[in-house]
């Protein structure tokens, strides 16, 4: 048996039904609980409904199973989150990170950097909303800077440099100011002059798994995605050979981000089977925490 429960979380409970039969015969039911990794906080009770034998299962019996689950005392239906709502305590340690590592920032902006699909978007404007910060994207700026072209026309119209030489002229404006969150394109860190303007704030690499960028990419389709877009083909598996082979190509230029955050080791410490079910506020708490490592070490120890 498999239940579903707070946020996509998967528990397998094992169920011996020949004990439940023991403790109460051939009907009633009984609530156990089992207690998983978080002891004080995942709690899933399972109730046994035994039905009475029928001639036809002297072998088997029937048993139905209710199944809650909470959390932190909050009943499952109300963690479920649909879309990308965060939970009651995700949202609460978002904000308290936020409050404690904001005075040191000192108003400098945060710059993600990640393969395209890797949430920059997504979780920067998380990230700005909590730190009260503005949020730009970079591409969105290039494409009002050419009257409103779309990234994918400009790529069509004018090839990848002039797109590139763009870029670079939206980063250096950025650079002059403060309090951003700035989603940059996935192919900015490959010029170093870009760099030179992204040091003026703080970089964090969004480094999720290539699966999971083939995925959400080839759900909302390649068509803005210029450097990814094919006519024809199993969108998935195109999506991921091209990937693969940027990843080669960028690798070493993502990791000269001041933080680096980890989707697999999100999950891993969430105890999740894999990062498909990392909320955008979950990443959010995992970037404020390792930029926190960075002006640690920058610093020396701050006191927090
Ligand atoms: N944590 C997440 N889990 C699942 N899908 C996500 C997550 N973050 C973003 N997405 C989805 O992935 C796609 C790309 O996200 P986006 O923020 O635009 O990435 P980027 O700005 O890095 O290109 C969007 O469809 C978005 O809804
Ligand atoms: O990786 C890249 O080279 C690109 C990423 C895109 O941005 P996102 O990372 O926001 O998709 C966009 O800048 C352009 O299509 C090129």
Redesign the pocket.
């Known amino acids: 048996m498999e239940a579903k429960i707070a946020n996509g979380l998967l528990v397998s409970p094992r169920i011996d039904s020949e004990k439940i039969a023991r403790r109460i015969g051939t009907g009633g039911s009984v609530q156990f609980s089992r207690r998983f990794r978080e002891q004080d906080r995942l709690q899933v009770l399972v109730s046994a409904q035994l039905q009475p034998k029928t001639r036809n299962s002297n072998r088997h019996k029937t048993v139905s199973l209710e199944v809650s689950c909470s959390y932190k005392n909050f009943p499952a239906s109300l963690l479920e989150s649909g879309g ?1 709502q965060a939970p009651f305590d995700e949202a609460r340690i978002l904000k308290n990170k936020s409050q404690e590592i904001r005075p040191y920032l000192s108003g400098r902006c945060i710059y ?1 950097v ?11 404007k998380v990230l700005s909303q909590v730190l009260g910060y503005s949020f730009f ?1 970079s591409d969105t700026l290039v494409e009002q800077d050419v009257e409103g072209t779309s990234v994918a026309e400009i790529f069509k119209l004018y090839g990848e440099g002039f797109f590139r030489d763009k870029e670079t002229e939206v980063l250096r404006k950025l650079s002059l100011m403060h309090q951003l969150v700035v ?1 940059t394109g ?1 192919g900015a860190v490959v010029r170093p002059i870009n760099w030179k303007y992204m040091q003026k704030g703080i970089s964090v690499w ?1 480094d999720v798994p290539l699966e ?1 960028l083939a995925r ?2 080839a ?2 389709g390649t068509g803005s ?1 210029p450097l990814l877009h094919q006519d024809s083909g199993d969108a998935y598996t195109k999506t991921l050979t091209r990937l693969s082979t940027l990843m080669e190509e960028r690798s070493d230029a993502y990791a000269n981000a001041n933080a680096r955050v980890s ?1 697999e080791d999100i999950a891993a410490k969430l105890g999740h089977r894999d ?6 506020t979950a ?1 959010a708490i995992e970037a404020l925490e390792q930029i926190e490592g960075f002006l640690k070490e920058e610093n020396g120890d701050f006191g927090l």
């Open positions: 990308f993600l990640g393969m395209m699909g890797s949430g920059k978007t997504t979780v920067g994207d989603s996935g969004l999971d959400r990419i759900a909302v995605r989707l990062v498909s079910n990392l909320t955008p990443i």
